[in-house]
């Protein structure tokens, strides 16, 4: 199995920036999709999350409104459409792939960050 993620760059305050996650070696569809990111001397933490038909979606209260987690099924491959970015946005986003059904901090994988697979992370850096 393997998440790549890209995407990442460096961009000013209010700039967007679109990830993208692409899954080989699993059934795409079986897995809910999520991102997560770890800003320099912080724990990873959780962003967003979608479904596995992609019809429900769970952000962190942080990028509610501002970041818009999306799917193509015939790709393989998750977004991360992010809108208004400020400097604490600068992190490496990760992107992971897990069975769970529940898009909420019940889950493990996204309360704990204990997801079954996981990309290599992509750098977003906001300067102000």
């Known amino acids: 199995v393997q998440l790549q993620a890209f995407g990442g760059g460096l961009v000013q305050a209010g700039d967007s920036l679109r990830l993208s996650c692409t899954a080989s070696g699993l059934t795409f569809t079986m897995y809910t999709m999520t991102w997560f990111r770890q800003a320099p001397g912080k724990e990873r933490e959780f962003v967003a999350a979608i479904s596995r038909s992609a019809g429900s979606a769970f952000y962190a209260d942080s990028v509610k409104g501002r970041f818009t987690i999306s799917r193509d099924n015939t790709k393989n491959t998750a977004y991360l459409q992010m809108n208004g970015l400020q400097p604490e946005d600068t992190a490496v986003y990760y992107c992971?792939?897990?069975?769970?059904?529940?898009?909420?901090?019940?889950?493990?994988?996204?309360?704990?960050?204990?997801?079954?697979?996981w990309g290599q992370g992509t750098l977003v850096t906001v300067s102000s």
């Open positions: 992971a792939a897990d069975r769970t059904t529940v898009l909420s901090y019940s889950s493990s994988c996204l309360r704990r960050s204990i997801c079954s697979y």
